[in-house]
T-cell receptor
Framework: DQQVKQNSPSLSVQEGRISILNCDYTNSMFDYFLWYKKYPAEGPTFLISISSIKDKNEDGRFTVFLNKSAKHLSLHIVPSQPGDSAVYFCAASAGGADGLTFGKGTHLIIQP | DAMVIQNPRYQVTQFGKPVTLSCSQTLNHNVMYWYQQKSSQAPKLLFHYYDKDFNNEADTPDNFQSRRPNTSFCFLDIRSPGLGDAAMYLC??????????????FGPGTRLTVL
């Protein structure tokens, strides 16, 4: 019973274009959402987060959008660069609970 | 400059032979976590320590145990590894609980192979 779903195992985008990674969740208790980036042979690294009281958070080329009514969030990367090629994990946490619930990840490939 | 260190990076054990994975942190964070990630799956939380307070996830098998002798170190013990325990084991830390303090720093992981 996956509470965080990333339905696209992989995504291929041309360099310079926009990359949009999607994430859906089912647990309405989730109140904080995070995106992690993972290169091969490394642990996930924190990228950007959003609280459930907001609908948008921006950090440089990265923007996360949250649609609470649809239980959907997305990560936009503009413009996409070769170094963005990695696996991106969506994660969520609920209130006082510790630890994160992760999606399975989306492998983003930036093509030159 | 490493912040969350996991040793070894690769561990091979035999079916049923106990194994211990190690994690250390230089961040002085209160919370330490262990996640299991099987191939093409989401990382799954096994348990965590808030300071010395141990918190087990409900569906974590009894075969998995953990120790945190001090703030810096945390160990994952697998008492009798089965073939299904082959996975990447990720250690993570967070400064504290709740909201923006929740985001976790991950180590590079230990890949466990069970023969």
């Amino acid at each position: 019973d996956q509470q965080v779903k990333q339905n696209s195992p992989s995504l291929s985008v041309q360099e310079g274009r926009i990359s949009i990674l999607n994430c859906d969740y089912t647990n309405s208790m989730f109140d904080y959402f995070l995106w992690y980036k993972k290169y091969p042979a490394e642990g996930p690294t924190f990228l950007i987060s959003i609280s459930s009281i907001k609908d948008k958070n921006e950090d440089g080329r990265f923007t996360v959008f949250l649609n609470k009514s649809a239980k959907h969030l997305s990560l936009h990367i503009v413009p996409s660069q070769p170094g963005d090629s990695a696996v991106y994990f969506c994660a969520a946490s609920a209130g006082g609970a510790d630890g994160l619930t992760f999606g399975k990840g989306t492998h983003l490939i930036i093509q030159p | 400059d490493a912040m969350v260190i996991q040793n070894p990076r690769y561990q091979v054990t035999q079916f049923g032979k106990p194994v211990t994975l190690s994690c250390s942190q230089t961040l002085n964070h209160n919370v330490m976590y262990w996640y299991q990630q099987k191939s093409s799956q989401a990382p799954k939380l096994l348990f965590h320590y808030y300071d010395k307070d141990f918190n087990n996830e409900a569906d974590t098998p009894d075969n998995f145990q953990s120790r945190r002798p001090n703030t810096s170190f945390c160990f994952l013990d697998i008492r009798s590894p089965g073939l299904g325990d082959a996975a990447m084991y990720l250690c993570a830390t967070s400064r504290d609980r709740g909201g923006a303090r929740k985001y976790e720093f991950f180590g590079p992981g230990t890949r466990l192979t069970v023969l």
